[in-house]
């Protein structure tokens, strides 16, 4: 077994899973210091200069602090891509991927022309991003209240090559109902949905480092969902699909929510470790 390998597992074994070291060491050797799995496997070392002993030792001590990786290397893999990510947005996690290309395949059946699509909560800006660049003929914008997460969101368009239009809006306020702001056929959002009283018995790389603006969802977690169903139905049209990710046993409650207020043909679909994880709908023609 190669040797750095060997370093990290060892200084990880004691604050992870073996699995979750195993695979937090080969992503920090693939993706700062250019070895391939070849290599780690076949036991292929390569020279370390001073500085980057340094910063290997470095990155051993965040994540044995239980650091997300992702944070750590400064980056993060979302459907096929590679996004920026810092302390200020959400890690993507593999779950979103699900909401998001449901999107993209749902879009690409129905073949609708010129969909405008609006992330509520955009963070790292990973499903407006991917959904602008895998629908390029839709126009996608994208809103959070944070400024920080609004920066990294607009970098990682930057340097993906994404048309996306970013804006600092709180989901919380009513949108505008103007000129410059359309009825959008559809709405995605991944918003903060962990119950309050969770927050504290997350696991300490969640709780310790992922900004709790994105991730507490209020008393029962469903604050922002029910936000989103009473103030933003009104940017939607008849026929305007509204998409959510949800929490671990809240896809019934905002499936109920979502059709007291006029949504119909709601579906569930389940994430891939088979969680209902996404709750989706089109707002019915008699509203
Ligand atoms: N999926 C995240 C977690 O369980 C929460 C993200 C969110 O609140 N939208 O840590």
Redesign the pocket.
């Known amino acids: 077994m190669n040797a750095s390998f060997k370093y990290i597992f060892d200084k990880l074994s004691t604050a992870y899973p073996e699995r979750e070291a195993r695979a937090i060491a080969r992503l920090v050797l693939e993706t700062r210091f250019g070895l391939t799995q070849v290599d780690i496997c076949m036991g292929r070392e390569r020279t370390f200069s001073l500085e980057e002993r340094r910063d290997l030792e470095n990155i051993v001590k965040r994540l044995s602090q239980k650091e997300p990786v992702q944070y750590v290397l400064g980056q993060a893999d979302f459907c096929g891509r590679t996004f920026s990510v810092a302390p200020g947005v959400?890690v993507p996690?593999p779950?979103t991927e699900e909401l998001t290309k449901w999107i993209i395949r749902d879009e690409k059946e129905s073949g609708f022309s010129l969909p405008c699509i609006l992330d509520i909560g955009t963070g790292s800006g990973c499903i407006a991003i991917t959904l602008s660049q895998e629908l390029p003929q839709a126009q996608v914008s994208a809103i959070d209240i944070s400024p920080q997460a609004l920066a990294i969101a607009r970098e990682n368009a930057k340097r993906l090559g994404a048309a996306v239009d970013f804006r600092q809006q709180d989901v919380l306020d009513s949108p505008s109902k103007g000129q410059d702001s359309p009825l959008w056929d559809i709405i995605v959002s991944?918003?903060?949905?962990?119950p309050s009283g969770d927050i504290p018995g997350l696991d300490a790389s969640?709780r310790d480092y992922e900004p709790h603006m994105?991730?507490d969802?209020g008393a029962d977690g469903l604050d922002f969902y029910r936000a989103i169903c009473a103030h933003w139905r009104s940017v939607l049209h008849p026929g305007s699909r509204l998409c959510f990710?949800v929490?671990i046993g809240q896809a019934d409650d905002v499936l109920r929510l979502m059709r007291s207020v006029g949504f119909g043909d709601l579906e569930i679909l389940p994430d891939p470790a088979g969680i209902p994880r996404v709750v989706l709908g089109d707002l019915y023609q008699e509203i």
């Open positions: 959400l996690r779950e991944n918003p903060p949905y962990i969640v994105a991730l969802g990710e929490g």
